[in-house]
């Protein structure tokens, strides 16, 4: 049998051939096999197929099932580096992810698809339904993050034009465009967003910023500063302690709900609550919030049977805050 001119990938081919077109519901007999390989103007005989699929198994990790069904015998890819349905659960993800643009998420699922059969593929070809609009709008982000964990990994500072949005819907830099200068201590993930968690040495605290909201980040060659802040750092302390990443100071605020409600507090501040029962089929916890309109908007969002019931200091700001939202109406 005459040799194709592509013979010296053959191997190549065929593990490409298998993990594409063979699953645990579809496979291909050695015939198949070999037509397939003719498609890249290869040759193939049946004994050299066999050794292939050792060596495919033995140094390259991919499992080669042998099933045999009256006079056919069938071969098809086992195992793989991920299964259908956490390929599935990745991709649901990433097409809920509003860090994610749409743009990104098109070019991770198309990527997705490699790691199944053609046939498991169609599949995928499902949608999460998420608003376009809430969708991530700077397509940077993904080399900002790579920026911040070189800098993590080099122990370096990064600079930045740190952006908000205006009534022309652009983001422009914030400070008349000076940049930022920080030592980056951890990337953490909070109400759908990407937050740097840094030291700003000029200010002498801890703050964070949006990463989306980072524009023409680069890596400073100068060491970090602030790691006294960060030896025992807790973020998961950090993040509810700054109540969906708003600023406000920090109190110890004391919540009363009818207990129907308890989930929704379970969700926001995890497991770990004390929930103490305060009569009539209600209950209340007591948790560390930055106190700010912001949190003070979400209590009200829970609806009139949700009350804020201590310090008396943050009970007063919220009836506060309330009467001028009230009195803004009828002036």
């Given at each position: 049998m005459a040799k194709g001119s592509n013979q010296k990938l053959k191997l190549s081919y065929l593990c490409k051939i298998m993990q594409e077109k063979t699953d645990d519901e579809h496979r291909l007999t050695l015939a198949q096999i070999i037509k397939e390989l003719?498609?890249?103007?290869?040759?193939?005989?049946?004994?050299?197929?066999?050794?292939?699929?050792?060596?495919?198994?033995?140094?390259?990790?991919?499992?080669?099932?042998k099933e045999t069904e009256g006079r056919e015998t069938f071969y098809h890819v086992g195992s793989r580096a991920f299964e259908l349905a956490e390929v599935k659960l990745l991709i649901d993800a990433i097409q809920s992810s509003k860090f994610i643009s749409k743009s990104k998420s098109d070019e991770l699922i198309k990527k997705m698809n490699t790691f199944v059969s053609e046939h498991q593929a169609k599949q995928l070809k499902r949608q999460v339904y998420v608003n376009d609009r809430i969708k991530t709008m700077n397509e940077s982000i993904y080399y900002s993050v790579d920026s911040i964990h070189n800098a993590l990994m080099n122990n370096k500072q990064i600079e930045f034009l740190y952006c908000a949005w205006t009534l022309d819907k652009k983001l422009e830099p914030k400070k008349e465009g000076k940049k930022y200068i920080v030592s980056p201590w951890a990337l953490t993930w909070a109400d759908e967003n990407y937050y740097l968690v840094a030291y700003d040495s000029d200010a002498g605290k801890v703050k964070h910023y949006r990463v989306d909201k980072m524009m023409k980040l680069s890596v400073v060659d100068k060491k970090r500063e602030g790691e006294e802040h960060f030896k025992n750092?807790?973020?998961?302390?950090?993040?509810?302690?700054?109540?969906?990443?708003?600023?406000?100071?920090?109190?110890?605020?004391?919540?009363?709900?009818?207990?129907?409600?308890?989930?929704?507090?379970?969700?926001?501040?995890?497991?770990?609550?004390?929930?103490?029962?305060?009569?009539?089929?209600?209950?209340?916890?007591?948790?560390?919030?930055?106190?700010?309109?912001?949190?003070?908007?979400?209590?009200?969002?829970?609806?009139?049977?949700?009350?804020?019931?201590?310090?008396?200091?943050?009970?007063?700001?919220?009836?506060?805050?309330?009467?001028?939202?009230?009195?803004?109406f009828t002036e």
């Open positions: 003719q498609k890249y103007d290869i040759t193939a005989e049946r004994k050299s197929l066999y050794d292939d699929f050792k060596v495919m198994e033995n140094d390259l990790g991919i499992e080669v099932i750092f807790d973020m998961t302390t950090y993040a509810l302690e700054n109540f969906s990443m708003f600023g406000g100071e920090i109190k110890r605020v004391h919540i009363e709900f009818p207990n129907e409600k308890v989930g929704i507090f379970i969700d926001r501040f995890g497991k770990d609550i004390s929930i103490r029962p305060a009569g009539d089929g209600r209950s209340m916890i007591a948790v560390d919030v930055a106190v700010s309109l912001q949190f003070f908007g979400w209590i009200f969002s829970l609806g009139n049977d949700v009350r804020i019931i201590g310090p008396d200091a943050v009970v007063e700001k919220y009836k506060t805050e309330l009467q001028n939202c009230l009195q803004a």
